[in-house]
């Protein structure tokens, strides 16, 4: 009695970038690290002969290490900004998991409601995985309002307690409305301390500006669903079970060291 193998997992295109960028990163390294060893040779007088005049001298270790591997798939999409008001964690966490989310999406409530306080408990608040939050508005005018928001009340410190805030209110399925005084709401929940500087910000240019660059950086990066993830140089979609994300998290933890 035979039995078929089990289909192969699909790979999102992202995932596929990423690992080739891990993959150029060793090479790059590798070239540079022969390049290294010619420039040393070269630079090594004979023995019992004084360094020529204007002869190059040896590299020093730092300037060896410098673009030889980089940071690795790491830094192709995660930023690592200690400024970044919607990143959450430690920036020098061995991983940082990214997701690109939209305010109005009811399966990205699912998971901020009943997946992110798990990974949150048990990886980012010990230190072993950094969050990164980007906006993403694919439901309309609306869910760029609402982003607007939420970047409003991050610069004041409270982008966590309003991501919970939006995502807590959000109906079992639909795409919510999220009009001004709706926008408000959530930041007195939130404890936003100065609403009147809040207010004013859901106004602000640049703030909608940024949020439709974040929405144009995840379509040409082939996100064109949310919620999405990347922690390395794997990717993973939609509200799945939180075992699936520890897998994710885990492989990424044991290919750091960690």
């Known amino acids: 009695m035979s039995t078929k193998a089990p289909a192969p997992k699909p790979v999102h295109p992202l995932a596929r970038k990423l690992r080739f960028a891990r993959i150029l990163n060793v090479v790059l390294g590798a070239v540079a690290a022969f390049l290294l060893v010619v420039v040393i040779a070269l630079s090594v007088p004979s023995a019992g002969q004084a360094p020529a005049a204007g002869a190059p001298q040896t590299p020093s270790a730092d300037a060896a290490g410098e673009g030889a591997g980089g940071s690795g798939s790491d830094s192709e999409i995660a930023t690592r900004d200690p400024d970044d008001p919607l990143a959450i964690g430690d920036v020098d966490a061995p991983v940082v998991l990214v997701e690109w989310a939209d305010f109005r999406c009811p399966?990205?409530?699912?998971?901020?409601?009943?997946?992110?306080?798990?990974?949150?408990?048990?990886?980012?608040?010990?230190?072993?995985?950094?969050?990164?939050f980007r906006d993403v508005a694919f439901f309309g005018e609306e869910s760029i309002d609402?982003?607007?928001?939420?970047?409003?009340?991050?610069?004041?410190?409270?982008?966590?307690?309003?991501?919970?805030?939006?995502?807590?209110?959000?109906?079992?399925?639909?795409?919510?409305?999220?009009?001004?005084?709706?926008?408000?709401?959530?930041?007195?929940?939130?404890?936003?301390?100065?609403?009147?500087?809040?207010?004013?910000?859901?106004?602000?240019?640049?703030?909608?500006?940024?949020?439709?660059?974040?929405?144009?950086?995840a379509q040409k990066l082939g996100v064109t669903s949310v919620p999405f993830f990347v922690a390395g140089d794997q990717a993973i979609a939609g509200a799945q079970p939180i075992e699936n994300f520890r897998a994710l998290i885990d492989e990424q933890l044991a290919a750091a060291g960690e």
Request: aromatic residues 10%.
């Open 146 to 217: 609402a982003a607007v928001a939420a970047r409003a009340a991050g610069e004041q410190g409270k982008f966590p307690e309003y991501l919970e805030a939006v995502f807590a209110a959000a109906p079992e399925k639909g795409h919510p409305d999220m009009p001004r005084e709706k926008l408000i709401g959530f930041a007195t929940e939130a404890g936003v301390p100065d609403l009147a500087k809040f207010e004013q910000d859901l106004d602000r240019a640049d703030l909608r500006d940024a949020v439709l660059a974040s929405t144009a950086e």
């Open 107 to 132: 399966f990205c409530a699912v998971v901020t409601n009943e997946t992110l306080p798990t990974i949150f408990e048990e990886y980012v608040d010990k230190g072993l995985v950094r969050y990164e």
